[in-house]
């Protein structure tokens, strides 16, 4: 039984219908905070226009009324796009009960410094739970009833425990952890690295090129997860080389796609949302902030901001000192 008695998402896209979809499977009613009415009209008459071979099930609600709707919850996934995140954080701390679970599911920093929302939750809104929900997961696959298996993190270990227990013998398995800030930092990171796999693939460098990257990729990940205060292994885990495989695994991918794009189109802007491009400037201010050389992250920075030429760039990594592969 879950402990939870009523369940929103804020955001009624994609990740937020998927989500709904998987607990409605265990008999559990959620509803869908949305910004209009003609979507909150398709989803109360379960139609899906994000999943349109879907008939979404009678326990799933949408309502555009998000000041009466997250008053009446104590369970709210956050399904926005990251950049809007802590907007909603502001509004959840505002209407809410003090003991509703508030949980993120969007693969960012909360500002340009590279600051995490856990970090900014636990200074402005102390007495707020926050839980970090990430991990390789495509949404059109959850929908479908596909299995597939994330991380949901917090502090309090019992507080992610509790999530699992929501989620158990579903599609989506679910495994706990106490960390937080590396599973955050996993999270946003990836989509930088996956733009790189794409530049990579546009360019035809080859798939050892492209395993190079994800590799290296991830130990510049555990080196910024430790020095900011997370614990390292959480690079190896989910959030970090299983959510970076699949965002680097092809044009499924909007962050690849994207790398794919602008070797062609010269950093044309995107139609779709990009989240490694909000990503890099704030993974950039944290690496200097706590004086870390991220060659391989730092190297996209400049393709995108087109301060070198990417033939340049690749000479100079390669050409970098010679070191071990772990410091």
């Known amino acids: 039984m879950s402990s939870y008695s009523n369940i929103c998402f804020y955001g009624g896209g994609a990740w937020g219908q998927a989500l709904a979809i998987t607990l409605a499977s265990l008999g559990h009613k959620s509803t869908l905070i949305v910004s209009d009415k003609i979507r909150e ?10 999943f349109p071979q879907t008939k979404l099930s009678p326990l799933i ?8 709707i997250i008053q009446q919850c104590d369970l709210i996934f956050i399904t926005t796009e990251s950049k809007r995140v802590l907007d909603v954080i502001n509004q959840v701390a505002l209407l809410s009960d003090k003991n509703i679970h508030v949980i993120n599911t969007s693969k960012g920093f909360a500002t340009n410094k590279g600051e995490t929302f856990s970090e900014v939750v636990k200074r402005d809104f102390p007495q707020m739970t926050l839980s970090i929900l990430s991990g390789p997961t495509f949404a059109d696959e959850i929908a479908n009833n596909q299995p597939a298996a994330a991380v949901i993190a917090n502090k309090d ?3 992610a425990n509790s999530i699992c227990n929501l989620f158990h013998n579903s599609n989506l398995r679910l495994y706990p952890s106490n960390d937080p800030q590396g599973v955050s930092i996993a999270g946003a990171v990836k989509n ?15 798939d050892n090129a492209k395993a190079a990257l994800i590799t290296r990729g991830i130990s ?3 080196e910024l997860i430790k020095k900011a205060g997370g614990i390292y292994t959480s690079a190896f885990g989910l ?21 794919m794009k602008i070797v062609k189109n010269n950093n044309e802007p995107p139609k779709e949302l990009v989240e490694g491009l909000n990503a890099i400037h704030a993974t950039i201010a944290l ?26 760039i690749i000479k100079k990594l390669l050409s970098r000192p010679i070191k071990n592969e772990f410091n």
């Open 41 to 50: 009209t398709d989803i109360n008459n379960h139609l899906s226009k994000r």
């Open 61 to 68: 609600k949408a309502s555009v009324d998000k000041n009466q």
């Open 157 to 159: 270990i019992e507080k």
């Open 192 to 206: 930088i690295i996956a733009i790189g796999a794409g530049i990579i693939e546009g360019l035809g460098l080859g």
């Open 220 to 222: 510049e990940t555990s």
């Open 239 to 259: 959030a970090g080389i299983g959510d970076m495989s699949l965002t680097c695994s092809g044009p499924h991918s909007r962050n690849m796609a994207y790398g």
């Open 287 to 312: 690496s200097q902030k706590l004086n870390i050389e991220l060659p391989i992250m730092t190297s996209i920075k400049k393709i995108l901001n087109r301060e070198a030429n990417i033939d340049e």
